[in-house]
């Protein structure tokens, strides 16, 4: 295993190309630059294709048109520039293709700022394009998480035949920390996978039965179009067994808590450190962090128990809030849920985590 | 001899080919497809040279040729 | 001994399309098939459709095909040669698709020179929504959005794509055609050949413009829009090979 200090957007580049990403398109923008920049010295040198789209919407066509051919391929690009992908997020979903994108969330709405935040949480969990589809969403906290969540991405997509979205931010793009890097897919396994996916690919008959057709309404492999309720069914179906195979979080000194601090990515990693703090201060505190955000891991918070439970903490740096929600969602209720929310590019920080914290557990 | 067969199945009428063929050979009869469209029938088959303009003109790729 | 001389070609499928009567659209579609069929590419080659009319090659074309956003043909097709250099890859594209909402796409794509051959239909309006007012709508043109026919002041002027992209350097085949009547649609099949060719060649970026019709849309006969095309179409998009390198 290899430590190395490497730089976010760095890490998850590397990490992908270890995955097997033998396609990357991508546009400039804050934070995320480096991301395509490391696709561009690396991709030479693994035989993988580097294209720079002449926006975010062709550079989400272009991995489209990558994921037709059975390659594994990624994108990346951050908040407004998601948003000008969602065209072919829609698309790569409709067309169940195996593709993973990278958001390095920025502030927002619209232009925002170029500093780090967590206001995609809507978009990517809800509506990342039109018609209702879903993808799994993976929100690292860490460098580390960040790594194995992206070398774990491309499996997932393959697996499901959907794409994967992997929801960072600015401040796991920028920081540097130390990381162990995953071992790289073989030449062969990637070969292989790829000659197994021209069942459906997009590259020529060459001697199939019959012709492949991609596309919304499409099941890979098929000639042609099916009903479009009867393929939406499919993919419901899909979406709702990861339910059970593929909720993730992080359960943090849960078990006597009285009070739960939860928070995703970069701000369940401040909260975590708050967690300790609290504990040592003598608070019953625990954490409960998605790593994936959807599924959203609901039974996290059904199995509390609410008649010792003094509140839950939601913290997230969006406001209005939107992780928020979810949480609200599934608690229904059985005890208070105050928020700790920062936006438009500012970190959300551990002593605010504290104070409100606090605030809701009361006399100790 | 030369001879044409348009596919009824896949004719639109449109009547491209009826206008290039050099000797008049092909017609309507009030007979319609599937779809609904009057299709394109050889009303004087024996006049037919195997020139293949009225394939070759034909959009919907209805026409073959024999010769 | 009887022989077959003109079949339909092989790479299409066997059921009846969904064009309208007399639109050239499945007349181009059976142009570049049999052009395929010539050069044994059905069993290696992807066709790439826009959306708009053109989509409806989903029932009519039988190899492999990809249906893509609103304008990205361009931008998909680049990345599967990229990540499939062995497939044959063309695009299919209507002028709202090509000339407008993927203008930046048609543009990249040739300015890079990536190896696809792009099939452009020009029938100077949106077909598929209702015959609206497309970037290839002639001056004085009454379509669905030009109610009044369309006019330099609010709408500009009919837009050349070959002309366009012969300002740039990368391209190896650029070339405008018609399909009405046989020595046009004779001369029309050289060019496909010519752009398969040159991918074949690993030339790079190739495009033949098809100058075609909508008799629906236009409110005319097929008769009718042959007619048209003659008359005020040719005189605005002049047909030949504008570069072949």
């Known amino acids: 295993m290899e430590r190395v200090v490497m730089k976010g957007c760095e890490a998850i580049a590397e990490a992908a190309i270890r995955a097997g990403c033998r396609f990357f398109a991508g546009y400039p923008i804050t934070p995320q630059n480096e991301v395509p920049e490391y696709f561009s010295r690396k991709m030479p040198k693994v035989g993988g294709v580097y294209l720079q789209g002449e926006s975010e919407t062709a550079s989400a066509a272009m991995l489209y048109g990558a994921g037709c051919t059975g390659i594994r391929a990624m994108t990346s690009s951050s908040s407004c520039g998601i948003s000008l992908m969602s065209e072919a997020i829609a698309w790569m979903a409709g067309a169940n293709l195996p593709v993973v994108i990278c958001n390095v969330m920025r502030g927002g709405p619209g232009i925002g700022s170029i500093q780090p935040s967590q206001q995609d949480y809507f978009q990517a969990t809800k509506a990342s394009g039109n018609g209702g589809f879903r993808m799994l969403v993976l929100a690292p906290s860490t460098l580390q998480e960040a790594v194995d969540m992206v070398y774990s991405a491309f499996d997932l997509a393959m697996k499901y035949k959907n794409p994967v979205l992997v929801l960072a931010d600015g401040f796991t793009g920028a920081m540097m920390e130390p990381v162990v890097l995953p071992p790289a897919k073989s030449e062969e396994f990637l070969a292989a996978e790829r000659k197994e996916n021209e069942a459906w690919a997009c590259t020529g008959r060459k001697g199939a039965a019959q012709r492949h057709h991609l596309g919304c309404g499409v099941v890979p492999g098929m000639a042609t179009r099916m009903p479009l309720e009867e393929k939406n069914k499919l993919d419901f179906a899909k979406y709702e067994s990861w339910k059970t195979t593929e909720v993730d979080y992080e359960d943090y000194q849960t078990e006597d808590a009285e009070l739960i601090i939860t928070a995703y990515g970069v701000a369940g990693r401040i909260s975590r450190s708050a967690v300790d703090l609290l504990r040592a201060d003598g608070y019953k505190v625990g954490l409960i962090r998605p790593r994936k955000i959807h599924p959203f891991p609901e039974i996290a918070f059904e199995k509390l128990d609410y008649s010792k439970l003094r509140g839950i903490l939601s913290c997230e740096m969006s406001i209005p809030p939107q992780y928020y929600y979810d949480v609200d969602a599934v608690v229904r209720r059985r005890t208070p849920i105050a928020t700790c929310l920062r936006s438009g590019g500012e970190i959300i920080s551990r002593n605010a985590i504290i104070e409100e914290a606090k605030k809701l557990y009361g006399a100790k | 001899m030369a001879r044409i067969e348009i596919n009824p199945k896949l004719c639109k009428g449109c009547l491209y080919c009826a206008d290039v063929c050099p000797k008049k050979v092909i017609g309507v009869t009030d007979a319609v497809n599937a779809k609904g469209f009057q299709y394109a029938v050889p009303l004087h088959p024996e006049n037919c040279v195997g020139c293949a303009m009225c394939a070759i003109m034909c959009p919907d790729a209805a026409i073959e040729v024999y010769k | ?245």
Request: glycine content about 10%; overall charge negative; proline content about 6%.
């Open chain 3, 1 to 245: 001994m009887e022989e077959k001389i003109y079949k339909r070609p092989a790479g299409l499928q066997d059921n009846i399309n969904g064009y309208c009567p007399g639109c050239f659209h499945p007349g181009i579609g059976k142009l570049i098939m049999s052009v395929m069929e010539e050069f044994d590419l059905l069993e290696r080659s992807v066709m790439v459709d826009g959306i708009g009319c053109v989509a409806s090659n989903m029932s009519y074309i039988g190899i492999d095909e990809l249906n893509t956003p609103h304008g990205r043909p361009c931008a998909v097709a680049s990345a599967i040669k990229r990540c499939s250099p062995e497939t044959i890859v063309v695009t299919y594209q209507g002028d709202g698709d090509l000339a407008s909402i993927g203008l930046a796409e048609t543009m990249m794509a040739a300015n890079r020179g990536d190896n696809i051959s792009v099939f452009f239909v020009n029938n100077a309006n949106y077909g598929m929504t209702g015959g609206q007012m497309a970037p290839t709508t002639l001056m004085g043109m009454k379509t669905s959005t030009t109610p009044y026919g369309r006019n330099a002041q609010e709408h500009g002027y009919p837009m050349h794509m070959c002309e366009v992209l012969n300002t740039l350097t990368a391209p190896s085949y650029l070339a405008r055609v018609t399909l009405i009547d046989v020595p046009h649609i004779k001369k029309a099949r050289e060019a496909v050949k010519q752009a398969i060719q040159h991918q074949l060649d690993g030339k790079g970026f190739s495009m033949v413009e098809f100058v075609s019709n909508c008799p629906t849309n236009w409110g005319l006969t097929p008769q009718e829009s042959i007619q048209f095309i003659k008359d005020k179409m040719l005189p605005e998009f002049p047909l030949g090979e504008f570069r072949n390198r």
